[in-house]
């Protein structure tokens, strides 16, 4: 069983470039979610998608936005970035979309922003 | 609206003792609870979650957890810790509202003294 992987593991931006994270789900799973975890903090939610549609947001401002495909993998992109934008970016799959379904984690992506 | 307060950022045991990691929660809606673990330049892998029936949960590598409604709690425990526990733990929280998201605490770090 293929786990969550996410490309690249590591990306060094300068402040205004865009930036696009990828990820592939677990096989079988239909639902990703993207967190935001900055140093020393637990994650945040930013976004979910289902069948390619977003699914729920959080409290993060239209510069981030995504993409399903059809083979369930995801893009997280990321335009005019800021300083505060450097954070390790995880990407989760899970089976479906319900609250007890359990998320799958990949390893991540550091992004730096100098 | 849902929150996680995990009481104490660092924990520290020596090997063979009782591990305690402490999570409230505070959530409008009945609580699914969660406790995923963080290894050094990994993604969250998960330990246990609670939705509904017994309160309480066994997860892997010898973690449990107790939902306590009145205290509004779940805290996390292990009677002996072992080395290989050394790591970042942070407990979770979603809920019944249509919208699939967790809610991290800001994470416990848990170091086991040899």
């Known amino acids: 069983e293929t786990g969550v992987t996410q490309s690249p593991t590591h990306l060094i931006k300068t402040r205004g470039q865009q930036v696009t994270l990828r990820c592939s789900s677990q096989s079988g799973h239909n639902t990703v979610s993207w967190y935001q975890q900055a140093l020393g903090q637990g994650p945040q939610f930013i976004f979910q998608?289902?069948?390619?549609?977003?699914?729920g947001r959080g409290n993060f401002p239209p510069r981030f936005s995504g993409l399903q495909f059809p083979n369930y993998s995801s893009e997280l992109n990321v335009n005019a970035l800021e300083l505060d934008d450097s954070a390790l970016y995880l990407c989760?799959?899970?089976?479906?979309?319900?609250?007890?379904?359990?998320?799958?984690f990949g390893n991540g992506t550091r992004l730096t922003v100098t | 609206a849902q929150s996680v307060t995990q009481l104490g950022s660092h924990v520290s045991v020596s090997e063979g003792a009782l591990v305690l990691l402490r999570c409230n929660y505070s959530?409008?809606?009945?609580?699914?609870l969660f406790w995923y673990v963080q290894y050094p330049n990994q993604g969250l892998q998960l330990l246990l979650k609670?939705?509904?029936?017994?309160?309480l949960v066994k997860g892997i590598n010898g973690f449990e957890a107790e939902f306590k409604k009145s205290e509004t709690s779940f805290h996390l425990t292990k009677p002996s810790a072992h080395m290989s526990d050394a790591a970042e733990y942070f407990c979770a929280v979603t809920g019944a509202t249509g919208r699939r998201a967790l809610t991290f605490g800001s994470g416990t770090r848990l170091q086991v003294q040899p």
């Open positions: 609670y939705t509904t029936g017994a309160t």
């Open positions: 959530s409008s809606v009945p609580p699914y």
């Open positions: 998608y289902y069948r390619e549609e977003e699914n």
């Open positions: 989760a799959s899970s089976l479906r979309t319900g609250e007890d379904s359990p998320l799958h």
